[in-house]
DNA sequence: CATAGAAATGCAAACGTTTGCCTAATCTAA
DNA sequence: TTAGATTAGGCAAACGTTTGCATTTCTATG
């Protein structure tokens, strides 16, 4: 149907081997010559077939995404798309596509993946997130295909590419930021303990803690998939402690919403009654009510990074594996304030 | 590098023709030669690839996927992982792979889809937005390639295939309830008049109104971005009015959010001192304080429609263009209340 | 003027499939 | 028994590129 080389070489009367040096902007063409093939690939509408390229040359080049379980309702947090237009400008720029890949579990994830690679579709593979013992990253790994992941991977951590904040220290920061306005008891809720970047970020807090010689109580520890049940409970149980936390550490933006509804049913107030920090820098932390303290992780970046470090590998095999960290920055808003042991504002 | 038909049909002793019809599981080959071939393809590990088919089929089995402008806070709208839940969820079924196409700017989504379509890279496209004039429609359009648009196409909505919900009468239903509560001055907020699913839904308000026999004021009717400032700019306006509204009609449940957030500032309540009704029902609408009273118009759905009516047009050149309506549902929650002239409970 | 290089271009194989057509073997029915 | 039909499978061309190597055409040098 398209138009092919080989009519591009006719018309302008050359071997089609001289078209497709042409296209590769091959410097043993002359210049005239490559003026005249141009000029007959616009008249034709000539535009390459990726398939056959991708055929001879055998490397597409797309890089699969892969999403987590599209049944979770962790998807629809804005860190994806954020993180998708990181990966989709640097892509575009280096003239890559992008193959999306999810499923509703995770079986259906490592098809789709499987599909991907051994079929030829992709030249690498970005992986958006990080769960223990995770059949795809092992895939990925054994079959040594280029990939990397954004988030840390729990194992073989010197081996596999990673692009990351360094969620001990953002963690520790945020926490000591809750601590210098006074608090002492200060709770963290965060979701699977599975997720690499939940255990880091309790390790920050635990590490803010333990220097400000404040007590680690696991009671203040609450993992929640945030599901509006269980989440609701958690809440409630932290804070019919006989001494609840008055500052929370917590894992997401999204979650800190929730958090902050659950705890207006139960008559408090954020911050007047509690203080919360919590991460990601989401654009609708800048919205809420209150406005989120939040550190900002820098998402696009994450993204960007990643999208770079895996082209490189994918150019290069011989790249070594990278280790890439994106700096973080605390956003100060309205959901901290100075601990005073009184009654709430508004209750 | 991978394993060939050529190597599977020599360790079958058959030729490479018969491999070949044996993946496509064709009649003429026996049961038994079958099954030796499938054991030799098991042993050897063998996956097609899917550039030399897509080749020699010159169909990929992919279809292209294209966002909205990513520099737009708008991709942000849980709306876009639901419906590509939607989509991915039959692509799969059907094996289709996706295909991921965005920009900062129109015309470098234009670049992708042209991209994808003159590469022999997909086999349709799925548009997730319909905007005025739209260059990516005007190009499909004119190619005559198969695509279908998630929303209602602004011009030649006969001969493009789109999925969508009957906006004007979810509008109108929705604008009734308000009504119903006893709702005198009720506004709209939208976002741009050039989405079709905007002027829809301001279509549906004014019918109601009208038909309450309500005046349909000009200065009710409010357009923003939701940008964080033209949105506060907006609604202190609608609320400075000699007769500010008492209900409001909202185009998007994330607005709703802000607006909830912004009228709090001006020490408004909801539902107390207005009651505010949406669309979407995002997840997060069940999570806010009030959750919102919204209709459900099945996003996922949405999605998964428009992928199976994408396929039969891939399928069958001469497939009709369809129209397809997608079922709406209103959820009743606490962001409304009857009307009575009182203060403000918590004021 | 002959000729060695260099520069520009062409030839043809290769990439891994699919598929129209052909052939050999087997079967069917008269 | 045999002609014709049916079945099972093979052959080779085709899809649209890229690329190593061969060939032609210059250019400049001795």
Same mark, same amino acid.
């Given at each position: 149907?398209?138009?092919?080389? %080989?009519?591009?070489? %006719?018309?302008?009367?050359?071997?089609?081997?001289?078209?497709? &040096?042409?296209?590769?902007?091959?410097?043993?063409?002359?210049?005239?010559? !490559?003026? +005249?093939?141009?000029?007959?690939?616009?008249?034709?509408?000539?535009?390459?077939?990726?398939?056959?390229?991708?055929?001879?040359?055998?490397?597409?080049?797309?890089?699969?995404?892969?999403?987590?379980?599209?049944?979770?309702?962790?998807?629809?947090?804005?860190?994806?798309?954020?993180?998708?237009?990181?990966?989709?400008?640097?892509?575009?720029?280096?003239?890559?596509?992008?193959?999306?890949?999810?499923?509703?579990?995770?079986? =259906?994830?490592?098809?789709?993946?499987?599909?991907?690679?051994?079929?030829? +579709?992709?030249?690498?593979?970005?992986?958006?997130?990080?769960?223990?013992?995770?059949?795809?990253?092992?895939?990925?790994?054994?079959?040594?295909?280029?990939?990397?992941?954004?988030?840390?991977?729990?194992?073989?951590?010197?081996?596999?590419?990673?692009?990351?904040?360094?969620?001990?220290?953002?963690?520790?920061?945020?926490?000591?930021?809750?601590? $210098?306005?006074?608090?002492? &008891?200060?709770?963290?809720?965060? $979701?699977?303990?599975?997720?690499?970047?939940?255990?880091?970020?309790?390790? $920050?807090?635990?590490?803010?803690?333990?220097?400000?010689?404040?007590?680690?109580? %696991?009671?203040?520890?609450?993992?929640?998939?945030?599901?509006?049940?269980?989440?609701? !409970?958690?809440?409630? =149980?932290?804070?019919?402690?006989?001494?609840?936390?008055? $500052?929370?550490?917590?894992?997401?933006?999204?979650?800190?919403?929730?958090?902050?509804?659950?705890?207006?049913?139960?008559?408090?107030?954020?911050? =007047?009654?509690?203080?919360?920090?919590?991460?990601?820098?989401?654009?609708?932390?800048?919205?809420?009510?209150?406005?989120?303290?939040?550190?900002?992780?820098?998402?696009?970046?994450?993204?960007?990074?990643?999208?770079?470090?895996?082209?490189? %590998?994918?150019?290069?095999?011989?790249?070594?594996?990278?280790?890439?960290?994106?700096?973080?920055?605390?956003?100060?808003?309205?959901?901290?304030?100075?601990?005073?042991?009184?009654?709430?504002?508004?209750?």
């Amino acid at each position: 149907m398209g138009v092919t080389i %080989k009519e591009v070489a %006719k018309a302008a009367g050359v071997a089609p081997s001289t078209v497709s &040096r042409v296209i590769a902007d091959n410097p043993r063409i002359s210049p005239a010559t !490559k003026k +005249r093939v141009r000029k007959a690939m616009k008249e034709l509408g000539y535009h390459p077939n990726v398939n056959a390229r991708s055929l001879v040359r055998s490397s597409t080049q797309a890089i699969g995404v892969v999403m987590p379980s599209s049944a979770d309702k962790a998807l629809q947090n804005p860190f994806f798309p954020e993180v998708l237009r990181g990966i989709s400008t640097v892509a575009h720029d280096l003239e890559y596509s992008l193959l999306l890949s999810t499923g509703e579990t995770e079986e =259906e994830i490592l098809e789709g993946v499987q599909r991907m690679v051994h079929g030829n +579709r992709v030249d690498g593979v970005i992986l958006l997130y990080s769960r223990l013992k995770d059949k795809v990253m092992e895939f990925l790994h054994e079959q040594n295909f280029p990939f990397v992941i954004v988030g840390k991977p729990n194992e073989n951590i010197d081996t596999i590419s990673h692009v990351d904040n360094d969620n001990i220290r953002a963690s520790k920061e945020i926490t000591e930021h809750l601590i $210098g306005l006074g608090h002492h &008891r200060i709770g963290f809720i965060g $979701g699977s303990k599975d997720l690499a970047v939940t255990v880091d970020r309790i390790t $920050g807090y635990e590490q803010a803690l333990n220097q400000a010689g404040l007590p680690v109580k %696991k009671e203040y520890r609450v993992h929640t998939e945030f599901l509006k049940s269980g989440g609701r !409970k958690a809440v409630h =149980e932290l804070f019919s402690l006989e001494e609840p936390p008055t $500052g929370l550490v917590i894992s997401d933006d999204l979650m800190s919403i929730g958090v902050i509804n659950m705890l207006e049913e139960f008559g408090l107030y954020v911050p =007047e009654d509690v203080s919360i920090v919590s991460f990601n820098n989401v654009y609708m932390a800048e919205v809420t009510r209150p406005p989120l303290t939040t550190v900002d992780i820098n998402i696009y970046d994450l993204g960007a990074q990643a999208c770079k470090c895996l082209v490189e %590998k994918i150019q290069n095999k011989n790249e070594p594996a990278k280790r890439i960290i994106v700096p973080f920055e605390i956003k100060h808003r309205m959901s901290t304030q100075q601990w005073k042991r009184e009654t709430s504002k508004r209750a």
